[in-house]
């Protein structure tokens, strides 16, 4: 598929590489979005951008900038064809896994004809990657999770899932980074602080490219 630029209102761009989740326009998504900050020196009204799986929307200040030049630049951009092919930094999370952090562990288990101990050996021993950042502020996708742990979401899902908690859903893992309603099976938690809104110059702990690794620890390790 060839990139294509579609207008979002009046005031932004979403840019298309795909209309799947794959690795290679994971790439592009991330050269892309890599390229809009010399871009965005052209056009200064341009507020902000949000990368998605296959995808980039371009936020901008109509009153500020040529909404068709702006089109124009961002499809050439795509056209470019850059790929990010450099990983970001491996960031090792603590997680417990004990049944009290992890309630859907047991079931995972059970599904995949695992042992608990086994779907944990698992889960520490994979390298994941995030994807994108989306519904709450610092919540990674995070893609990597081994076939045999591919799970459905909940039929019905938590009014309340603990900040920190460690979920799989689909072909992919994830971290709550705030307590929120959530149908992802909740398989660990981590003591880590996600999001940080007094930091303006990175306030999520994970950007896309970035790698994680699970450390198994005990429930004292992680705090509340």
Sequence with gaps: MMPRVLPLGDAAFTVEFGDTIAPGIERQVRGFAAGLTALAGRHPGIVEWVPTFRSVTVHF??????????ADDLLALA???????????????????????????????????????????????????????????????????????????????????????????????????WDSPGGWRLVGRTGSRLFDAADPQRPALLAPGDRVRWQAVGRDAIGS
């Design 61 to 70: 200040d109509p009153d500020r900038v040529d909404p068709a030049r702006l």
């Design 79 to 177: 056209g470019e064809g850059r790929s990010v092919t450099a990983s970001g930094p491996l960031r090792t999370l603590p997680v417990c896994f004990d049944a009290d952090c992890a309630p859907d562990l047991a079931d995972v288990a059970a599904a995949a004809g695992l042992s608990r101990d086994n779907v944990v050996g698992l889960l520490s021993s994979t390298e994941f990657t995030v994807c994108m950042l989306g519904f709450l502020p610092g919540f990674p996708y995070l893609g990597g999770l081994p076939a045999i742990l591919t799970m459905p979401r909940l039929v019905t899902p938590r009014l309340r899932v603990p900040a920190g908690s460690v979920a799989i859903a689909g072909g992919m893992a994830a971290v709550y980074p």
